[in-house]
């Protein structure tokens, strides 16, 4: 099974058309040059100097780690029991309640940013910290919920069984067994949570206010008003960013197990 | 033991709450606010429905949008199918190592990696730079508020799903298949054509419908790379909400694009669920 030349040709092309925007966008934010131009006299890192200088973009950052943080938190504090009940309970209305954690999935986020904009809006919580938390915690529960299921059902039950018959109340066979066996997929579920709150757009841009921006938000504005190198440079600190996060979720959990929801790899 | 109805549904219960109040309400109330009148106006109405449904200016934009994103989707097909089975077949430790890099663009924000098609297909992109320096055009061009442009950003954003869920179900395949099939005297082309394809026909499907789902209601990157002259539903429902304070209308607008996607993504799964039965089964 070898890939014939033309094969390979197809793949360098198409890594090079993944590779090309983001590229694009580092080559142009280490311009010298005041407007948007490829660094062909001179690098320079003046922009990312300016990113440091801009409190628009970093209190947006810090708009987007605390939302990340609180929402992939509240998340897995859903998930948490709620998976421990679907994976391992026979009960009545089991699937009905699995498929309705999951249909976030399902809506598209431009309705549901409508909606939660409506809804906030009623309830006089728009614009506020506490609206996106809410929003996003619901968009981001179905990863925690379906990386927490698939820790439960990873592991032996039998476990959990041996420590309820030496004794243990069934909250401390949880806490003292099962969690513990569980903590990849905690983890796994946790960073999927806060890396889908980080990145989410389209529902944000309806629920953010001049005040309370996340980052990606911020760009989308920035962009609409004008393309220039200072968002090139946040843009390429977030590509960084990104690569650096992802070697290390490899390394931990397998990237393409964590992105179609297979949960982390087994410790062989 | 005897399983108590209560404790699965005290351990669900949070979750059920919260999704209650905060999914199932928006959402409920969305649908009340279609069906208002304009302020103060008492009563049900299909006026704003009626409205869309009997404007040209918003056909063309739902037309647009969903031949958009069945553009986006083929292309998506075509790339992403035979970039999957070539990951396929590569041996460790490249096939990893380029997993990864088809994967690695999910991490980075949608914005982002739009802004990167803005500079490329810009006026002063390489693309544009390349056709000027090779004679072919005079005038700098520029392939923004194109049909094209949006697709190109689009199937960079999307085909990465693609690949994951085609390269998913690859990983149920036995390799022996293609030296069998080797053996006997298959060329390349014939086996994957006829041995592959029908394989990554489900996994190729069930992407299919994220990939068009996601691109019919995708916002940033049409509103970045097509701007005001090319809108679609996304962003004329943005611009009724936060441009011109038609919430009435703007629910309607996303309503009747929630409705549609649902119907395209659930008629699509049924229809892979009944013609490959046989390969689930398998």
């Known amino acids: ?268 | 033991m005897r399983r108590l109805p209560w404790k699965p549904l005290a351990l669900t219960g949070p979750a059920l709450l919260v999704y209650l109040v905060v999914l199932a309400g928006p959402v409920f109330l969305m649908l009340l606010l279609s069906l208002q009148g304009g302020k103060g106006v008492a009563g049900v109405t299909l006026a704003h429905y009626a409205e869309i449904l009997g404007d040209g200016y918003f056909w063309e934009i739902y037309a647009r949008t969903f031949v958009m994103a069945l553009v986006v989707t083929a292309v998506c097909l075509l790339i992403g199918v035979p970039e999957a089975y070539f990951l396929y077949r590569m041996r460790a430790p490249w096939r990893g190592y380029f997993l990864l890099a088809v994967l690695a663009p999910l991490l980075v924000a949608v914005v982002v990696r739009t802004l990167g098609w803005a500079l490329v297909l810009g006026p002063t992109g390489p693309i544009s730079n390349t056709l000027v320096a090779l004679g072919i055009v005079q005038q700098p061009v520029s392939l923004l508020q194109t049909m094209s442009g949006v697709v190109i950003a689009l199937v960079h954003v999307l085909v990465p799903f693609l690949v994951i869920a085609v390269w998913s179900s690859l990983q149920r395949f036995d390799p022996d298949t293609l030296r069998a099939a080797a053996s006997l005297g298959g060329t390349d082309v014939a086996i994957f054509r006829r041995v592959v394809i029908p394989q990554v026909i489900p996994g190729a499907l069930a992407g299919a419908v994220v990939v068009f789902s996601l691109s019919a209601t995708a916002f940033a990157t049409p509103a970045i790379v097509g701007g005001r002259r090319l809108k679609v539903v996304a962003t004329s429902t943005y611009e009724e909400f936060l441009g011109n304070m038609n919430w009435q209308l703007g629910s309607a607008l996303a309503v009747l694009l929630l409705v549609v996607n649902i119907l395209v993504v659930v008629g699509a799964s049924r229809l892979v669920e009944k013609k490959f039965a046989h390969v689930f089964e398998s």
């Open chain 1, 1 to 268: 099974m070898k890939n014939g030349p033309l094969a390979l040709w197809f793949h360098a092309l198409f890594i090079g058309f993944l590779a090309l925007p983001l590229v694009m966008v580092m080559l142009v934010s280490l311009t010298a040059k005041s407007y948007l131009s490829l660094p062909n006299d001179g690098m320079s890192l003046r922009w990312y100097a300016a990113m440091l200088d801009n409190p628009q973009f970093i209190a947006a950052l810090k708009t987007s780690l605390l939302l990340g943080l609180s929402a992939a938190c509240a998340a897995q504090l859903l998930a948490i029991p709620a998976a421990y009940a679907l994976a391992r309970m026979q009960f009545r209305g089991r699937q009905a309640i699995g498929a309705f954690l999951m249909s976030p999935l399902l809506i598209p986020h431009l309705v549901l940013g409508v909606a939660f904009l409506q809804f906030f809006s009623q309830a006089g919580m728009r614009g506020g910290l506490l609206s996106l938390v809410l929003a996003h915690t619901v968009v981001v529960a179905p990863y925690a919920v379906r990386l927490m299921m698939s820790a439960y059902t990873g592991m032996d039950p039998s476990l959990e069984r041996a420590a309820r018959s030496l004794g243990a109340s069934a909250w401390t066979a949880f806490t003292r067994v099962t969690l513990p066996l569980a903590i990849p997929g905690v983890v796994s579920g946790w960073l999927m949570a806060f890396i889908h709150s980080f990145d989410e757009t389209t529902m944000t841009v309806f629920l953010a206010s001049p005040s309370m921006t996340t980052l990606p938000v911020r760009i989308y504005l920035h962009i609409e008003e004008t393309v220039d190198p200072l968002v090139a440079a946040v843009s390429s600190t977030l590509i960084i960013l990104a690569v650096v996060l992802m070697v290390i979720l490899d390394k931990w959990f397998g990237l393409d197990r964590l992105l179609t929801g297979g949960g982390p790899k087994d410790e062989q």
